[in-house]
């Protein structure tokens, strides 16, 4: 992909983590890239759902949430199998209204935890269904970029998906947890991730936390 920069601009709708996964069989590895800003707009011409990638520090400076309307440029990421937004290298950001919509959650919006929180509550896996339909504009949802590594032997075996997950509250009323994730692996063995990995994670959680 080259660096050419798109203009845009539109409502958002959610701003969630922005976070590439990475899987070794039983193992797994988190990187947080930041946030990422899901908007309903314009984007090179054409009228469209689309979402961008920013950094840590783009959002501490503007503090983003559902409602705002906002405008600026990116680029297609260089490697998209890698990067959970379909854009990146947001820039000449401006935000045009700050009118923010009432709701009662769930799903929660207003502004997002930090990295830091995100990771500290930890997560557990969420189905894409109910990912779609009832958690896309929640801020305590994530869509993951994945990228499993079949054989250590062989680092140039490698696959790539999505996962969605939640790190909102245990008691969510939305929350439904979908198939246990499935890990390929060297020879054609296959890791299935026990539900014991997700209780374990929020387990310093209470329901409502």
């Not at 701003?15 to 800003?37: A, T, W």
């Not at 009432?102 to 997002?112: A, F, L, Q, T």
């Amino acid at each position: 992909m080259s660096d050419k920069k798109f203009t845009w601009k539109g409502k958002l709708i959610s701003i969630q983590p922005r976070i590439r996964l990475i899987r070794s069989f039983d193992e797994r590895q988190h990187n947080y890239l930041g946030y990422i800003l899901l908007i309903d707009g314009e984007i090179k011409g054409e009228e469209k759902r689309f979402s961008i990638g920013i950094g840590k520090t783009t959002q501490v400076k503007y503090e983003f949430q559902s409602g705002y309307r906002i405008k600026g440029r990116c680029a297609l990421p260089v490697n998209p199998a890698k990067e959970p937004a379909d854009y990146y290298k947001a820039s000449k950001l401006k935000v045009t209204d700050k009118n923010t919509e009432k709701y009662d959650p769930p799903p929660w919006h207003g502004i997002p935890p930090t990295l830091k929180e995100y990771r500290n509550r930890g997560h557990r896996r969420l189905s894409k269904k109910t990912y779609n339909t009832k958690c896309i504009s929640c801020k305590w949802g994530c869509l993951m970029a994945v990228e499993i590594i079949i054989d250590h032997w062989n680092p140039d075996n490698k696959e790539y998906r999505t996962e969605t997950f939640c790190y909102g509250p245990k008691s969510c009323e939305n929350y439904k947890p979908g198939p246990n994730r499935k890990v390929p692996g060297r020879n054609g063995m296959v890791w299935e991730e026990p539900d014991w990995v997700d209780e374990e994670a929020t387990s310093h959680r209470d329901s409502d936390e």
